[in-house]
């Protein structure tokens, strides 16, 4: 399957079919550059939802409900016109060359490589899911564990995270560089959300603590704990986040 813009778009917007999906989770997985551009679309969306949203959701005036100006027709038109202008000249297009400036990581980290990248790409793909995010959902959180722990090899901890406003959604198997691979996602009032990701160590990756680190668009807090690696990723700021994980990190390691 050719996996272009349109189809990536399409992926971002949650307007692909089983199959389509399929192919475009399978190159996220194989090619950085197929993830960087779903990055770079997931920005747009976000930069877009968050400039004209408001504009949607403003009241008509009740002057224009009573009334409807001959003229109204072609103001309506030159509206529309502008906003499309306006969307071309403020939002990156993935569609140009060089048009999308580098993402701008806090720490060095190579692209798309190591724990965090990995982590980053996930939450990417399924967090923006609206009908599939998980796969198994948190009202199967028993099953969900002891599937995963047998999978990965390992007793696996569910965090609670109800005191920083976020509850579980549930998780799913991913593959990783070294075996199978866990993520569980959480969700807040709000919609945002977080995946944990645990990875059995790469063989590159020796001892770590804390660390934070940007992937593309997507903060994310990691360690490396004996044979396990972790990794907190979401859409909210960098403190909170350290929040979130060192509680995260405590109900790990009581």
Known sequence: MN?????????????????????????LQADPDTARRVLRLVEQKRLLKERFDPVMQEPIPERLRLRRPAWMAYARAAAVLAVGVAIG?????????????????????????????RAARAHVVYAAEVRHPVEVDASQQDHLVAWLSKRLG?????????????????????????????????????????????????????????????????????????????????????????????SVYRQLNP
Do not use: C, H
């Open 3 to 27: 996996i272009d813009d349109d189809l990536l778009q399409a992926f971002v917007d949650g307007a692909v079919g089983p199959a389509e999906r399929a192919a475009v989770e399978a190159a």
């Open 154 to 246: 390992t007793p696996l901890k569910v965090p609670v995270l109800a005191e920083d406003g976020f509850e579980l959604l549930g998780g799913r198997l991913l593959p990783g560089p070294e075996g199978p691979v866990a993520q569980f996602m959480y969700q807040e009032g709000t919609g945002k959300r977080l995946t944990l990701y645990v990875s059995a160590r790469s063989k590159q990756e020796g001892p770590t603590a804390f660390r934070f680190v940007q992937e593309g668009t997507v903060p994310v807090f990691y360690w490396i704990d004996g044979n396990w690696g972790y990794a907190l990723s979401g859409d909210i700021d960098k403190a909170a986040l350290s929040r979130v994980s060192t």
């Open 89 to 117: 000249l403020v939002a990156p297009s993935p569609w140009r060359a060089g048009s999308v400036p580098a993402p701008v990581a806090t720490a060095p980290a190579p692209a798309f490589a190591g724990l965090p990248a």
